[in-house]
C-alpha cells in the first residue's frame, strides 16, 4: 500500500493530462489521466482517488455528471473542476453539487498546484 496521495486527471484534452502529470508526479502524488469520461468512471467505480482533476465540458457525461459519480463512489475525494467556460452559474453549480475547488483555463501550473496541496490537507484530515 502506497502513502502517495493519488490524482485521478479527466479532460478530453490530452495536452492538459501531459502538462500536468509529470508536474505532479514530482510533487510526489501518483497521477492516472483519461480523455474519456467513460473510461474514468469505469476506473472510478473501481477505485477512489484522493483528488480529481475534472473538466467541465466534455462529450459524454460532462465535469458536472463526473463530480455526481465521484461524490456517489468516493465521498471523501476532493474534486477540482476545470474550465475554458468558466461563468459564476457554473462555478456556483460546481460547489453546490460538492466540488472543492473550481479553477478557470488557461490556468497557471502554480494554481493546480496550490489547489492540489490545499485538497490533500482536507482529505487526508
Partial sequence: MTNKSTICILDDEPIVGDRLK???????????????SAAAIKRV???CFDIFITDLMMEG???????????????????????????????RESFIRGAYDFI????????????VKKARKRVRR
Fill in 45 to 47: 467505480e473501481e477505485q
Fill in 104 to 115: 478557470a483555463k488557461p490556468f497557471r501550473l502554480d494554481e493546480i498546484r496550490a489547489a
Fill in 61 to 91: 457525461v460532462d465535469g458536472m455528471g463526473f463530480l455526481e459519480k465521484v461524490k456517489e463512489c468516493c465521498p471523501g475525494s476532493a474534486v477540482i473542476m476545470i474550465t475554458g467556460y468558466a461563468t459564476i452559474e457554473s462555478a
Fill in 22 to 36: 509529470p508536474e505532479l508526479e514530482e510533487d510526489g502524488y501518483e497521477v492516472e489521466i483519461f480523455t474519456s
